[in-house]
């Protein structure tokens, strides 16, 4: 049969990962004290493509099971809801 696909996102470090992968390594925790509108710039160049994620995820079989697990109430977070529900 055709080969299924669960994903388990753990979406608080996809984020973090990613915002150092732009701004460089550590950058998140270095900024995490800066005011939100001091890294909105920097938090826009890393914007998570979740749509990649999810094209690439399913390249490997028809995905019957997709999860984000994160803090929701964090406001970097917070902001991708529209993209995963």
Do not use: C, H, M
Not at 7 to 18: G, K
Not at 32 to 48: G, H, M, N
Not at 52 to 65: H, K, M, P, W
Request: proline letters at 1%.
């Amino acid at each position: 049969g055709a080969t299924r696909v669960a994903v388990y996102l753990d979406f608080d470090n996809i984020v973090i990962s990613r915002y150092d992968q732009v701004n460089g390594r550590n950058s998140f925790q270095r900024d995490k004290a800066k005011s939100p509108e001091d890294a909105q710039e920097r938090l826009a160049r890393a914007t998570v493509d979740v749509g990649a994620i999810i094209d690439f995820a399913s390249s490997f079989g028809t995905l019957v099971l997709t999860r984000a697990y994160a803090d929701w109430s964090a406001e970097i977070n917070a902001g991708y809801r529209g993209q995963l529900v």
